[in-house]
């Protein structure tokens, strides 16, 4: 059974999962029933983040046009347009074992694509959900359903993954950010 998790909780993740090497970060939301004049597409991102919190190179931002990181121990899985469906909209695979050394944290965050020109934000979405299911077994460790209600922010810092003792833990963030996708490359240190 998975841990559940509310905003700002830690939890180990490969300290109570011994083995745990590969896993997937599933993200997940719902769009309002609200006519804003255009599609919702929302669009799931991590940055691998050295000492400082903030990238060493561009290529630690892997998002829809930089699908795998050069290490290949971050894969984006694709881009899903709609938010359509059940389960995952969007998810990104990570093999703890291959992260290099040099990489303390890796930061899960959520932006709409082209929101201010469409007018949209996070108050317009509902029922958002990260959650970390063991590559091997398929078991769902752990899951952080965000209850916070966000109103004008077009950025989502979703959760952390960081290294603590030699162990990866999980964070539960839900911290919301105003700019979109370029005020988050800014924030960890990406070019734009």
């Known amino acids: 059974m998975a841990v559940c998790l509310k905003k700002g909780q830690k939890v180990d993740l490969t300290k109570s999962n011994p083995g745990l090497k590969k896993i997937t970060v599933g993200l997940g939301w719902d769009v309002n029933q609200y006519d804003s004049g255009g599609d919702f597409d929302l669009d799931a991102s991590a940055f691998l983040l050295g000492a400082g919190g903030r990238v060493t190179k561009d290529e630690d931002f892997v998002f ?10 971050v894969v984006y899985g694709g881009d899903n347009r709609t938010g359509a469906g059940e389960g995952d909209d969007e998810q990104i695979m990570v093999d703890l074992s291959a992260v290099p050394a040099e990489y303390e944290k890796i930061a899960f965050t959520v932006t709409i694509y082209d929101a201010a020109e469409r007018h949209q934000n996070f108050g317009q979405v509902s029922n958002a959900f990260v959650r970390i299911v063991d590559d091997a077994t398929g078991a769902e460790l752990i899951r952080y359903d965000l209850e916070e209600d966000f109103s004008i922010e077009t ?8 290294r603590h003792n030699g162990e990866w833990k999980f964070n539960a963030v839900g911290a919301g950010y105003q700019g979109g996708l370029e005020a988050l490359c800014r924030n960890y240190g990406v070019n734009v």
């Open 64 to 73: 829809y046009s930089n699908a795998k990181h050069p290490s290949g121990s």
């Open 155 to 162: 950025a989502i810092v979703v959760a952390e993954l960081y």
